[in-house]
């Protein structure tokens, strides 16, 4: 019904444009999340919707050209060109108002009126940037599979050709093989808990964290003994959860394992407590820390402090992405304190049940 209105009242509202405001233009656009102009003579601002002036922060446009609103000649050029063509141009082209925006912007004519001219602004910058995201998790993990497949050819080239009697470097390159197949599967393992946490929202019970944790702190015992590591585990009461028990295990899980890997000597403590009606995980280490400059990308994915490191503890990369997302899907939050040769402390942050 709407835009029918716009169009048969179109040309008294804008033929009598000195006569009021744009009521019917002003109350359609009012929801819209597009910045809305119409322009008259020489690019001049008629009207401009709520969403247009809180982008380009000006409250007063009315009158004003749109180069002196936007500061872009090629949004100017786009009016120009439908005003020039009488008909629609469309294009993309990134912005600057105050903070650096990719936009698809459209002019068309009125056809009310002629020598007046709509355009419309569609802020596309998380779009874009999400597309970018995508293509750099395929562009990694592309790699990620690449490498070792390579070297799992060149090796199983080498077994081909290799002497009977060699037994030395049979050995050696079957390991490594093996070595870089297990390496492939933690992989295809870490995607598919990515994928699965990234999916369809999971059924959530309540239970108790502090035995969600318990648990895993007594599966990575054995390692940390291996490692010459004390795994602490202060023993407490219940602390309620809603959330998944899986994903939640697989949280503690991930930073746990990390703690250990990054871990020479000393110890990991892991606490579970109630905090003014959060539940708090809390894993401290006495590990190699993590530089200040790194701190801000550790939970992308795939990016690694020291990449030799991650792999030779078998790592993907993809751990505490894969922690954060969790916890952040269950409205929590994960925050990470580090000092350089010192030690790290990783904290979830959850809702407390009953709290
Ligand atoms: P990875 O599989 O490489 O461990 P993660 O996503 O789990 O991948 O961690 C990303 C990076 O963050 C690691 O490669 C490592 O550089 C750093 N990191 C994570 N946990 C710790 C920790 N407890 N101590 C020091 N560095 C850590």
Redesign the pocket.
Known sequence: MYPLEIHNRGVRLFKHQTEGPFETLRSVSSGLETALFLLGKDGVVLFANETAKTLFGFQEMEGRAILAVTLSHRLEQLVKQATKHASPRSEELSLRTGQDLVVIARAWPNPSAPKQVFLSIRDVTEVRRLERVRQDFVANVSHEIKTPLTLIRAMAEVLVDVEQDDRDLREKYLHQIIGEVDRLSALVDDLLVLSYAEGESVERRPCDLAAIVHDVVLQMTPKAIARGLDLEWAPLNRVMILASSDQIRQVAL??I???I???SSGKVRVEVASVEGSAVLR?C?T????PSE?LPR??E???????S???S???????????KHIVEAHGGSLS?T?ALHQ??E?VVSLEEQGS
Not at 301 to 307: E, L, P, S
Not at 313 to 323: C, D, M, R
């Open positions: 991930n930073l394992d990390n703690a890997n990054y871990t894993i280490d590990g190699i820390g993590i790194d550790i939970f994915r795939f990016y690694r402090v020291d990449k490191r991650s792999r503890s078998g790592g993907t990369g993809l751990g505490l992405s894969i922690a990470v580090s030690g790290s990783f």
